[in-house]
């Protein structure tokens, strides 16, 4: 097992009407609030009329970001910025899901320096060390935005989406009640689904050294493969529901991603994918990711074996390595397929390969999985994928 | 999955060599450090030198409070409470196991409160809202305390063994060296093997909904079994023992806890066994985790049953729910066997019955399992244990 830190002070509370306890939350946060959403989750469910409640309750100056994107712009980061600075804000309550939190944290950040965010944390790569207190109430599951430290923007005039991590930036408090999620429009249910599946499998697929984290991923992969199928039948069953939610935060919290290498390649390509097309991001995962893990599978054979038994119940009697690993990817791909995700980038609605050069060509190279990859590589990949 | 809150700011810091972080931790923290640690897990491996040398040279004035023992006592709390209140101790660093860090624990809360802090924690059951703050760092595992806000103490006089919880004593940091373990003497290693299972198992067997967190807990027991199956062969083993370590601290931070009901009856007639006795603790859970199992399996066989075949690979074919249930339990004592624990009161040391009417008595009985104990219950499991 490889030495690691592991802090995550983000408090959770989770459950029906967990929204009753966003008011002694604010009590312990500043009076000039940015109440950031997106462009309809919050509307649904009644939330944006019971979160302007409570903040009114509170006592709170509210100025409003609304319309955050999928997939956040470097563009509407600085509207935030600007927005909290003439309005000296000082809590940012982010109402929403991966995006909306996602674009907060780099308000959260660009708020209190006077350069601006994108050269900072993007091109100078430096870690923010202080930034703007975030509370969030999530609407949509996926990213695990609401317990870490990540953030990803995409920088549309240079065609670039990147992450940045910073410790300043997790959420001090995220409100997590299941029943949110229960009018999601199917497309992105299952865009986040997928979006979980692949975090958990960049975490696990990279690394030589048996590790309890592998273990609990197995086992979060199982539930929200279990979860999901009873979920896309029911999307009002409540125990399916929390189990995916939770799950999902767990996924990206660092609990099955400490002790080990990751390889985070699928979400280098994705991003690209993303900059490019504006696609939905676990979606575009889901297109390239069999594609991927059948390019690289032979330099982790062990591991795709284990993932094939272990994860999706494959017998391995009577056949060789290979084979079954085949197999677990092939269950993989046909699981997406069966909760109607987007396994090729056609469906993904990319008209023709043309830009794939190009993509492939500006795709990060982390080298941190089973395989090192060229941009040549990643070209086959995406193609592979159409 | 019930309503949950979910909050650990501890921060960890993991790997062999970790220890070479402690200096830049203590430059957040006061320089009036209280030193506590036990009877001499401290003088393996250097690990009381190196700690010396860093509050030294981090120019800390220290107080030491030694010989902490296992079971803690109130005696020694008080000890510890009042050399903090005359040095003026502002941080307490905890060198040892859980009985070492619970006892810090006890003295946090303590050196801020004019009253006795049994009277406050125990007798009045009030909670703490401030203490000390704690760093620590591990030499033994099982008990998590290294990462919860939890702590048992026992009070010799009236001869109770009880449990506080205060989100004020969560250690501001832990540093965790799966090489400290190395040394350990086997009894001690298999005790806190005993008590990762038991904290397993007293979360694990209560609920009715399917839980993600009971789905991790069933991943966390066969990542414990198989590498302490590594570690009693090969105490050296450095992958087998930072699993067991990682997993131990996993076990009881909350991860697998969060959205269910939670038994903690073994542990409640354990706690009066070990003040009638001074057992050790993960010794006197083996002791009677089979029989109280057994005991209380009928009233959640569906559990028992995934317990056998998800946990021990029981297989269930042509075999009754009650069959396979009870395999699982058997295999549990086989395993507890097998790693040399104690798996009968007889074997803990216990002459005779003569106490078991008493110390069943005194047992808290807690009604959050499947069956609903009564203090004759408890007795008949005693008996069936000894």
Redesign the interface.
């Known amino acids: ?18 929204i009753g ?1 966003l008011a002694s939350e604010l009590k312990n946060c500043g009076d000039n609030v940015l109440l950031a959403y997106g462009k309809g989750a919050i509307k649904r469910e009644g939330i944006y009329d019971a979160v302007i409640k409570i903040l009114a309750d509170s006592g709170k100056k509210v100025t409003e970001l609304p319309g955050i994107m999928p997939n956040p712009t470097a563009a509407k980061a600085r509207e935030g910025i600007d927005l909290c600075k003439r309005n000296k804000v000082d809590f940012i309550l982010a109402v929403g899901g991966g995006s909306v939190i996602d674009c907060c944290k780099a308000i959260a950040v660009g708020a209190l320096i006077k350069e601006d965010f994108w050269d900072v944390l993007y091109t100078k790569r430096k870690l923010a060390g202080k930034a703007l207190p975030i509370g969030t109430v999530l609407t949509m599951v996926g990213t695990g935005s609401e317990m870490n430290g990540n953030a990803v923007i995409t920088n549309e005039e240079i065609k670039i989406k990147a992450g940045f991590y910073s410790p300043a930036v997790f959420p001090k408090f995220s409100i997590l009640d ?1 029943t949110y999620t229960y009018s999601l429009p199917t497309y992105q249910m299952v865009s986040g689904i997928c979006d979980i599946m692949s975090h958990l499998m960049e975490q696990y697929f990279s690394g030589k ?4 984290s592998d ?2 991923n ?3 992969m ?2 929200i493969i279990k ?1 999901t199928r009873v979920a896309v039948k029911k999307p009002q069953d ?2 399916a529901r ?2 995916i939610m ?2 999902s935060t ?1 996924t990206l919290n660092d ?1 099955v991603g ?2 080990k290498t990751q390889d985070w390649e699928v979400h280098q390509i994705e991003h690209q994918l993303g900059a490019y097309y504006d696609c939905a991001h676990g979606m575009g995962l889901a297109a390239v990711s069999a594609s991927y893990y059948r390019h690289v599978y032979k330099n982790g054979l062990h591991k795709f074996r284990q993932f094939a038994v272990n994860v999706w119940g494959v017998d391995p009697k009577g056949r060789t390595s290979d084979e079954v690993a085949l197999e677990g990817i092939a269950r993989l791909e046909a699981f997406f397929r069966e909760i109607g995700a987007t396994t090729s980038l056609r469906e993904l609605g990319i008209p023709d390969k043309s830009k794939l050069g190009e993509i492939a060509e500006s795709t990060n190279l982390l080298k941190a999985g089973f395989k090192t990859l060229t941009h040549e590589d990643v070209k086959n990949i995406l193609e592979a994928s159409f």
Request: proline share 5%.
């Open positions: 097992m490889k030495s690691f830190v592991y802090y995550n002070p983000t408090k959770i509370i989770f459950g029906e009407g967990a306890k299941p050294d048996d590790n309890v273990d609990l197995e086992a979060l199982k539930s979860n409540y125990t929390s189990n939770w799950g767990v609990t400490v002790g």
